[in-house]
Nanobody
Framework: QVQLVESGGGLVQPGGSLRLSCIVS????????MAWYRRAPGKQRELVAD???????NYADSVKGRFTISRDNAKNTVYLQMNSLKPEDTAVYYC??????????WGQGTQVTVSS
């Protein structure tokens, strides 16, 4: 069984920073793409950023220049550094991992609230 556990969410003022982490554990051969998604109240889930095992990254236009995704393959961990946070970044953030090239697994989500 594969598990993804996120941490690092919370309440932050506009302009502030947070760092999300997601650790993948369990029995598997490989993790190809790792990603962060988010779902804001009343909106559909959207891709925030993803990163391949080789380090190629992709970002939503709304977060380019503010967010940075990274991963530590030895620790099966993906990070999301979020800077210059805005109220519109408020959402539940979900970690996603493509396991063994086939199966998508999701974390339970972590709340990020940007408010003064």
């Amino acid at each position: 069984q594969v598990q993804l556990v996120e941490s690092g969410g919370g309440l932050v003022q506009p302009g502030g920073s947070l760092r999300l982490s997601c650790i993948v554990s369990g029995s598997f051969v490989s993790i190809s793409v790792m990603a962060w998604y988010r779902r804001a109240p009343g909106k559909q889930r959207e891709l925030v950023a993803d990163i391949t095992s080789g380090g190629w990254t992709n970002y939503a236009d709304s977060v380019k220049g503010r967010f940075t995704i990274s991963r530590d393959n030895a620790k099966n961990t993906v990070y999301l550094q979020m800077n210059s946070l805005k109220p519109e970044d408020t959402a539940v953030y979900y970690c996603n991992a493509r396991i063994n090239g086939v199966y998508d697994y999701w974390g339970q989500g972590t709340q990020v609230t940007v408010s003064s």
